[in-house]
């Protein structure tokens, strides 16, 4: 493996637990977060800056082989680019197309596939029979 150096944008829960695990395999992590007591900055160095923002990227990127995510909620423009400059995953483009349904808070609820009138209540499970077939169990 060439790239032994990962620089991971968050330092939240999921940012600690990928350093721990990298350190096992030989992968030296590096966080960036905006606080010096996120749970990922205790267990691996941390950049210290807003998470979009592209000096505290850049810096980051210097000192890392690739970056990953553990935060989807970063807006995708300063990933980009970063990216002309190294490796990023997922690409932030794929952070565009699920953060992109997110933002249309306007759009309608999804439709029940409940029939009319069917019951709200969960399918009960029967001893014998396994779970019971009713109209909210379809």
Known sequence: MDKKRVGIVGAGQLGRMLALAGYPLGIACRVLDTSPDAPGAQVAPAVLGRLDD???????????D???????????????TLRARIDVFPPPRALAAATTGADNASSPPPRSSRPPGASSAPCRRSPRRGYRSSASCR
């Not at 690739?66 to 980009?80: F, R, S």
């Open 54 to 64: 592209a000096r505290a990227l850049a810096e980051l990127a210097a000192e890392v």
């Open 66 to 80: 690739v970056v990953t995510l553990e935060i989807e909620n970063i807006a995708v423009e300063p990933l980009e």
